[in-house]
């Protein structure tokens, strides 16, 4: 039993490219979450989707976008990368949106040069 | 949404007790407390969650006062490998919406 996968772990960008970050889930969860964690601090929610088909902003969500086209299947894009989105980006699943039920994933480390 | 207030870092040797305390003054009547575990280069993971005074899982114990202004995660017994950042939640269980997460509570066990 996977968890919640991650791809890539680690990504080099350099500023002006674009990228996808991949989070699948075989738990059959319904919600799907996309934070980012700056170092020292706590995770900011990005975006996140409730169900297939559905995603909703979070608290910071300039500069991405998502995708839920397959239930088991949350996608981060990252249009235009800067600077300021060097990160480490998790994500995690949940049956609902209680908060005890969070499964997360073991992170994207992203550096924009 | 509530927030939430707890010590920066705190250190502690093998084999003691560690009391974390985090503070919620803002509590909603329907808010419960959740604590998770992070350690470095990892996902945050569910350690435990109560509404009300004392909750007991295989890992720890989570103390809340009556006026829930407060709670107290305990660590019985720590190890070396319970190094890690301790991030106490306060939020509806039955809701979906953005949980605040704190910078948490940096414990450093010592030998």
């Known amino acids: 039993n996977a968890g919640v996968t991650q791809t890539p772990k680690f990504r080099v960008l350099k500023t002006g490219q674009s990228m996808t970050l991949l989070c699948a889930q075989d738990m059959n969860h319904e919600y799907m979450y996309w934070y980012r964690q700056d170092p020292g601090m706590g995770l900011r929610l990005i975006h996140y989707s409730v169900g297939e088909g559905t995603t909703a902003k979070g608290e910071v969500p300039d500069g991405y976008n998502v995708s839920r086209l397959k239930k088991q299947n949350f996608l981060l894009g990252l249009e235009s990368a800067a600077p300021s989105q060097t990160s480490v980006y998790f994500c995690?699943?949940?049956?609902?949106?209680?908060?005890?039920?969070?499964?997360f994933g073991s992170g994207t480390r992203l550096t924009v040069v | 949404l509530a927030k939430t207030t707890q010590p920066i870092s705190m250190d502690s040797y093998e084999g003691q007790e560690v009391n974390i305390t985090c503070s919620h003054n803002n509590i909603a009547t329907n808010d419960y407390i959740t604590w998770y575990q992070q350690f470095p280069s990892q996902g945050p993971r569910f350690i435990i969650q109560?509404?009300?005074?004392?909750v007991t899982n295989e890992v720890a114990s989570l103390f809340i006062p009556a006026d829930r202004k407060s709670s107290t995660l305990s660590l019985p017994r720590v190890s070396l490998s319970d190094t890690a950042v301790y991030y106490c939640l306060v939020g509806d269980p039955g809701s979906n919406y953005q949980l605040i997460w704190g910078a948490g509570t940096k414990l450093i066990i010592k030998p």
């Open positions: 995690a699943s949940s049956p609902s949106g209680r908060i005890y039920g969070y499964t």
């Open positions: 109560g509404y009300k005074t004392k």
